[in-house]
C-alpha cells in the first residue's frame, strides 16, 4: 500500500480552523519532510506546505503544517469559501524508495 | 516567477510510446530533484518517479507500475526534465504533472492511452 492515511472529507463553516491529518509510518513521515498540497476543482495541484511547516511565498499563513512522530497535520485557520478543494500529503518512504501520497481530503466549507 | 511547463501529451494507442517535457524557469534548476506524477481522471495523485541533481548523483527512483517502461532524464543546459514513457496501458491514461517538491508543480499535460 503505497499510500499514507487522510481522512476522506473535512468540513466547517467559514471563519472555522479545520484541521487534516495525514497518518504513515516510520520509513516515511517518521523520518522525512512532509508536503502538503491543495488542489482547486478542474485545476492543477498547487504546493501549500514544504518541508513540514515551511509556507512557500505566496501562501497564506492561514495555512499552517506541523508534524509529530508518524503523523502530519494540516490546518485552516480563518476557512473560506475558496479554500474548498482537495488537500494532499506527501512523503518519501526510505523503504519502498517512492514518493508516498495521502488519498487526498476534500474540504467543504458549509 | 517559478514556472514549470509541460509538453508532449496526446493520444496514443496502447503499446505506444510518448516523451513528456518540462521546461523549468525561475529557480536554481541544476540543484533540483524532480518529480513526475501523475492523475487519472475523478482519481488521487499517484508519484510516477523522480531524478535527483546531478551534484548528488543524478539517480532515478520509478514507482512499481512504471518501473521499466519509463525512463525520466534532464538536460541541465536546456532546463527541462523528460519522461520518455514505453509500452504504454489504458491505465496510464491521465494528466502529468511535473514537480519540484520544494518549490512548484506545473500546469500538467493530459496523455490518453486508447485503441
Known amino acids: 500500500q503505497s499510500v499514507l492515511t487522510q481522512p476522506p472529507s473535512a468540513s466547517g463553516t467559514p471563519g472555522q480552523r479545520v484541521t487534516i491529518s495525514c497518518s504513515g509510518g516510520s520509513s516515511n513521515i517518521g523520518s522525512n519532510n512532509v508536503y502538503w498540497s491543495q488542489q482547486l476543482p478542474g485545476t492543477a495541484p498547487k504546493l501549500l506546505i514544504s518541508?513540514?511547516?515551511q509556507r512557500p511565498s505566496g501562501v497564506p499563513d492561514r495555512f499552517s503544517g506541523s508534524k509529530s512522530g508518524t503523523s502530519a497535520s494540516l490546518a485552516i485557520s480563518g476557512l473560506r469559501s475558496e479554500d474548498e478543494a482537495d488537500y494532499y500529503c506527501a512523503a518519501w518512504d526510505d523503504r519502498l524508495r517512492i514518493v508516498m501520497f495521502g488519498g487526498g481530503t476534500k474540504v467543504t466549507v458549509l | 516567477e517559478v514556472q514549470l511547463v509541460e509538453s508532449g501529451g496526446g493520444l496514443v494507442r496502447p503499446g505506444g510510446s510518448l516523451r513528456l517535457s518540462c521546461a523549468a524557469s525561475g529557480f536554481t534548476f541544476n540543484d533540483a530533484w524532480l518529480s513526475w506524477v501523475r492523475q487519472a481522471p475523478g482519481k488521487g495523485l499517484e508519484w510516477v518517479g523522480r531524478i535527483k541533481s546531478k551534484s548528488t548523483g543524478g539517480t532515478t527512483d520509478y514507482a512499481a507500475p512504471v518501473k521499466g517502461r519509463f525512463t525520466i532524464s534532464r538536460d541541465d543546459s536546456k532546463n527541462t526534465v523528460y519522461l520518455q514513457m514505453n509500452s504504454l496501458k489504458t491505465e496510464d491514461t491521465g494528466i502529468y504533472y511535473c514537480?519540484?517538491?520544494?518549490?512548484?508543480w506545473g500546469q500538467g499535460t493530459l496523455v490518453t492511452v486508447s485503441s
Open positions: 514537480l519540484e517538491m520544494t518549490v512548484s
Open positions: 518541508r513540514d511547516n
